[in-house]
């Protein structure tokens, strides 16, 4: 379904959705291009990939820092195009508004809005010399419905969501195609740190009955990243077994 | 011809995919060879890398003509 040999770069790649994301682009003979400022499990992962037929490239990359990003991208340019890029990495910082500090609510922005940003606007103009590319950027339903304790989160994945609607319109007449996918409630390390009862809660909410796994994110992904979504651009596809509707 | 110009004729072409012969100095690069707000700051970021010159937005709107351009870049290089 997808081309084969495309290179693809996953930001938060190592772990929870976004390795989730590298597994399931390594089935399709890929350059995976990884960027993540934690390296921890990437060797274990880096075979996986590798007995899957693609190669994968890791960089310490932390995407809030503009400057990092652009020779990052620039480093790859170099020698390659990027065909895709997945938005994926993102942080939480959970607390109720009264008590959330400044650095809370600028860290979580500077993630989640400004790296997404930074990646963009870096990679944007090769793919448009190209007149081809696909960016899917990782939202979330909490940006779409809100949440108790999660104003900073909500409003960075809410400022992604129209981001990514607002590229779409720059960018479309290149051929270039920019979505959001907003998961719901995945089962990472980010969703480990959930109580029991919490995730009982929740559950109840869902019409599917279960928690979604990092893959039901990545199938989305390499759909919308193949020639089966050539017509979808600028939209929010939620994947949160029918949570928010 | 200038090198500015020739420099710019190729990036037309090449970027843009227009036809040589409609490029000239007089030529309006918006109505004459359908360029759109994308197609010029491509056009400028290739233009201020390769003569290590800035092109500042607000003077977007005076650079009508491929003429405009190349005067703008040669005046900046005190040709
Ligand atoms: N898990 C969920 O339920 C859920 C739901 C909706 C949306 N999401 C979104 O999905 C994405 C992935 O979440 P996850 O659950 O896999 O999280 P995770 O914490 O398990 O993984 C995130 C990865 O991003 C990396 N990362 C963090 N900050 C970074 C930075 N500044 N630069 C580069 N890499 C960085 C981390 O090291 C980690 O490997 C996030 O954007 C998250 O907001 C997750």
Not at chain 1, 95 to 110: A, F, H, P
Not at chain 1, 174 to 196: D, H, Y
Not at chain 2, 64 to 75: A, L, P, Q, S, Y
Request: with cysteine; proline share 1%; charged share 25%.
């Amino acid at each position: 379904m997808l081309n084969k040999g495309l290179n693809i770069l996953v930001t938060g790649g190592v772990r929870g959705i976004g390795k989730a994301i590298s597994l399931a682009f390594s089935k399709y003979e890929s350059n995976i291009y990884i960027w993540d400022i934690n390296d921890n499990g990437f060797d274990e992962l880096k075979s996986t990939i590798e007995s899957n037929g693609s190669k994968v490239f890791f960089n310490k990359v932390n995407i809030a820092d503009f400057a990092q990003v652009e020779k990052a991208v620039n480093d790859i340019l170099e020698s390659n195009n990027i065909d895709i890029v997945i938005n994926n990495a993102g942080i939480t910082k959970d607390n109720l508004l009264m008590g959330m500090k400044e650095d809370e609510w600028d860290s979580v922005i500077t993630v989640n809005l400004k790296g997404t940003f930074n990646v963009s606007k870096h990679i944007i103009r090769s793919m448009i010399k190209k007149r081809s590319g696909c960016i899917i950027n990782i939202a979330s339903v909490i940006g779409l419905m809100g949440n108790k304790g999660q104003a900073n989160y909500a409003a960075s994945k809410a400022g992604i969501i129209g981001f990514t609607k607002s590229l779409a319109k720059e960018v479309g007449s290149r051929n270039i195609r920019v979505n959001a996918i907003a998961p719901g409630f995945i089962e990472t390390e980010m969703t480990l740190k959930l109580s029991e009862d919490v995730i009982k809660e929740y559950s109840k909410m869902i019409p599917l009955k279960r928690m979604g796994k990092a893959d039901d994110v990545a199938d989305l992904c390499v759909f919308l990243a193949s020639d089966m979504a050539k017509y979808i651009t600028g939209q929010v596809i939620n994947c949160d077994g029918g949570m928010l509707m | 011809m200038s090198k500015v110009f020739e420099f710019v004729k190729t990036l037309l072409v090449e970027n843009m995919q227009i036809d040589e012969s409609k490029i000239n100095m007089d030529a309006n690069i918006i109505e004459d060879l359908g360029a759109d707000s994308l197609d010029i700051m491509d056009i400028v970021n290739d233009i201020e890398k390769e003569f290590n010159v800035t092109i500042p937005q607000d003077q977007y709107e005076n650079l009508r003509t491929v003429g405009d351009v190349v005067n703008f870049v040669e005046d900046k290089l005190g040709k």
